[in-house]
């Protein structure tokens, strides 16, 4: 909402500045965004005194003068204006200024004779067409005063942030009673120039009560008919013909206000309707009366296939939704925009004149099928009061008659529902209750009453409150709590910290786990990514976005890896080769069920150099499967502590490496991650790991966690075990492992036959060539024996080696290495 | 004379112990989560918990329950991106407030993080997808007083700020509401390009929680009252990081990510 502070003051006699304003506006109302200071380009310019004045000795239209312009010496300045009078005040714009049109004026010579400056006529200055000569100022200012703080040209607009719960703070009718109801002071409409007396009151006629949906209607002249059809829901129609309009400029003062708020002024008539939208917040539309037809005006809703061409020069097919006003055809669409065959033009000489009050959810469809946004849809979506409209009417003929003459007709006012004014009950211990400290009740029943709320009955503990028709944001109680404790000031309520109960929740589990999971990842090397879980995919896999910002990420993610995949491939498109990234987010998978579960997951790419490069080490190994399946190990064991995690071999032979199980369940997988990866690149792994899951649109039931699945951190407590007192006993295995056999099932025979003292079965080698018949890899473990009591003896050692390599031979056809 | 002596044994034969260490690789939180950790980390020492939610919900607990009035421009500000059926991406973490209060009896007392979406394009200052912290409490007694005195704590923890400001604002889960200010870090009140002249930078939205919101998860209006705020881990981070573009936050540049794990040694390279 954009108000000029000028048109605040010709409202409520403040004192206030705009900065002041701003403040009080941001405490109590709704915040100012901004203060723009309007003509700010007319900074340089001073008011000065023409002390002298003579003829050009070299030209007979140019003006020798000496001028004060403030300053310590007259200045000599040429002027070329044949208004220009001794003693008469005028804006001068001193050596150094830039014009509003961009022109610098400088010091310079004209026909010999030097000029400091230059007197200006109004249009130099931005202030209107008048160029016969200079503006002289009928003021009483002393030479060299600012011309800004001399004539009221330099306004400011504020431009506030309107809640939508609050349509009528969308004028400054609705500012001012705020502004009114913070200082104190009373408001009233602005006096306007030339403005005649009151207007005839229209002629009412009322929806009958009995069938409020029948149709109501009524004439506004003897041959012109209007209808509101019951089905566009309008609640109040106001039309009034004005004829014998001369369509011209609009004054200065008009062109000014609506610069103020930024309406660029059209021609008169059009400007008072706009003047009273923002003065009013009733949106006015002026239609061309000679272009309508059929001595009908009806308000309705759209016809299917009906179009308009709107005032932009557009031709719009209208929605079913659409109210228009129609004559025999559509002619505007109600409450967004007028259309251009009945547009106010030079040719205009008589008028018809709407005001009325449109649903505000038609005119939301309306406007956001049409796609139009306008003054007018802003306010009627928000909600238009009903009641202001006769205001509004006699407001908007007035000024039509000020500005462009013309004769207005009694208006018809046709009332399809009345408007109840709601009772509302405030009680003391509520406003205690909620505020947390009391606000008297002749203080805060002071704020309602200027607020232009009406209390009925008060007594010490509560007050019934009749809410204004155009407040319509207040309905219960603790609307009137906000109000109380807006005007006493958010400012005036303490800020202590008080007692408090421990609450009953504890941390979702879900948070803890992540948290785990993520300060390992830290830990390994690995930064954490939050990217957007949009991708182009398919309906047949994937979650679809009924409205998608864009063809391409139209879907929902399934795996964490395919956002991931493109975040690697936007490092190495940056030339960075080691990317080691992580992500705690959602996946969001579609179940054969019909249902969405939303899971979540860790996900982790790796790629590029194992350590960075030292000069020990210059060229540092790449990170491999056998990296990938480690930190995939890792942090399945912090994610799912307590469980036994299993890496599976995966059979399919694809990208998949490994199967991460927890307790035999999957949860997980570890892959090559297939990259549009530069030739310089090294191989990418990923990890995926799933940590909990929601069945989405499940409510809540009573005490439960959202993610189910919540894995317990006390399950991984280790006990304390005897540290090793005794010496171990180790030993190497070489075995000759055939094809087909895999080192897990090796390490299962070893462990079988090993028996309990085994502490630890180290893989260290793997070798295949020469030496190793075909068909047939090495493999060589080491073997640590401990007993907790006693030292081992070799015989021992040697006995359970024999069993070992028997039992290997046996099972698995392994038998020692030894060549 | 024994530091320059020192310095010449290094090229002949002893070690030449200036040389660089070798280095493991360092890995970082992202900054919206170190953001998240240091919210989180000021209002536990004042009894919050975390709750989490889903991110794909139901109208219901995204609008209806939260009292937004149906087809309202109070929708504006929430350009939802729908799912099928009533499904939607969560345009805000308020519904963790109605799941939380029909899951456990007040006293509540929490915080809930998580991603919300919002159907707007990305650029240098929007992102259709962003985090949010939501922070909720519902008692007997709790009061305007308590949401001042809460936020206030928070702001003179996080920002160091001396100085807070609450102004009326509209929120349909919240009255009164009330945007938290605090004094512009840049020019400290004085006006400046970055706070627009006004002194104050804008950090969240707050309020007493809406009786029909308490009502809609089912508690009694009258006995309990309640206030909540939610603010934008990312704004945040954009700030306190100094980064030019919110997109920044999601292209999961490796380099970008580095200095956060590593602002020492950057800025000594530097």
Redesign the interface.
Known sequence: MNASYEWLRAFVDIDASPSELRELF??????V???VALRTDLAPIVVARVLEAHRHPDSDHLWVTQVDAGGAQPLEVICGAPNVTTGALYPFAPVGTTMPNGMKIERRKIRGINSNGMLCSAREIGLGEDHAGILELQVNARPGAPFLTVMPVGDSRLVLDV????PDLLSHLGLARELSAITGKPWHLPALPGLGGETPKPVRVEADDRAPTRDVEGKVLDDVRVVVEADTRCRRYIAAVVGGVKIGASPEWMVRRLEAVGVRSINNVVDATNYVLHELGQPVHAFDASTLHGGVMSVRRARAGETLMTLDGVVRKLPPEAVVIADRQAQAVAGVMGGRESEVSERTVDLFIEVASFD??LT??ARRAIGLNTDASYRF??GVDPELGPMAMDRVLRIIVALAGGTPTTPLDLVTSRVDRRMVTLRSTRVT?????GVPMPTARGYLERAGFEITSATSSEMSVRVPTWRTDVT?E??L??EV??FHG??T??????P?????????P??TSAARV?DA??????????????VAGADETH???????AENEAH?RGSLLETLAR?AE??LA?R?G????FEI??A?VPRSSGT?A?ELRLGVVLMGRR??A????PDPPSFDEWDAKGIATRAAEVAHPGTAVRLAPATDGGAMLWNIESNGASIGTVSRLMLDAPIWASPAFAVELRLGD?E??Q?????????KEAANPRASVARYRGVPTMPAAEFDLALLVPAGVTADEVERVVRGAAGDLLERLDLFDQYTGEGVEANHRSLAWRLTFRHPDRTLRDKEIEGRRAKILGALEEELHVRQRTA | MRAIAASRSAGSGAQDLT??P?????????P??LVIEEIADIFRE?????????????EWYNFGALNFPA????M??HDT????D??L?RTHTSPVQ???L?????????LAPG?VYR?D??DASH???F?QIEGL?V?E??????L???L??FARRFFGAAKT??????F?FT?????MDVQCQLCKGAGCAVC??TGWTEILGSG?V??AVLQSAGVDAEKY?GWAFGMGPARIALQRYDIPDIRI???????F??Q??EPSTKAGDG
């Open positions: 941001t405490a109590h109302t709704a915040t965004d901004e203060i809640g939508a719960n609050r505000p959810k939301r469809s979506e928000r209750q909620v505020l947390g400290a219960t603790i609307d709590v906000e404790a807006r958010y400012d309520f303490p800020t202590e910290i008080r408090f109960r421990p609450t009953t929740t504890r941390d979702d879900m948070w993520r990842m830290v830990g390994l090397g690995f930064y954490e990514a939050r990217p957007m879980p949009f979650a679809r976005v009924a409205n998608p910002l929902l975040r936007y490092n940056q960075v080691d990317i080691r990234l987010g959602s969001f969405l939303e350590r960075p030292h000069f020990t080490e929601i989405t649109a409510p809540a039931a009573r005490g439960t966690h959202t993610y | 040389m660089p070798r280095r493991q690789w360092y890995g970082a939180k992202h919206v989560t004042l009894g919050f918990t975390i709750a989490l939610g889903p991110q794909v919900e139901t087809d309202h421009p109070a504006d500000a991106l729908y799912l099928r009533d499904l991406l109605i799941r939380t029909q899951q456990y009896p007040p006293p509540i007392r929490i991603d159907r394009f990305f992102a259709p997808m985090a409490c008692d007694g709790i009061s305007f007083v308590d001042k005195a809460m206030n704590n400001r609450f102004r009326p604002s509209y349909p009255e009164p509401s009330a945007e627009k002249q007493m809406h009786p009252t936050l999601y292209d999961s540049d490796v380099r990510l580095e956060i794990a």
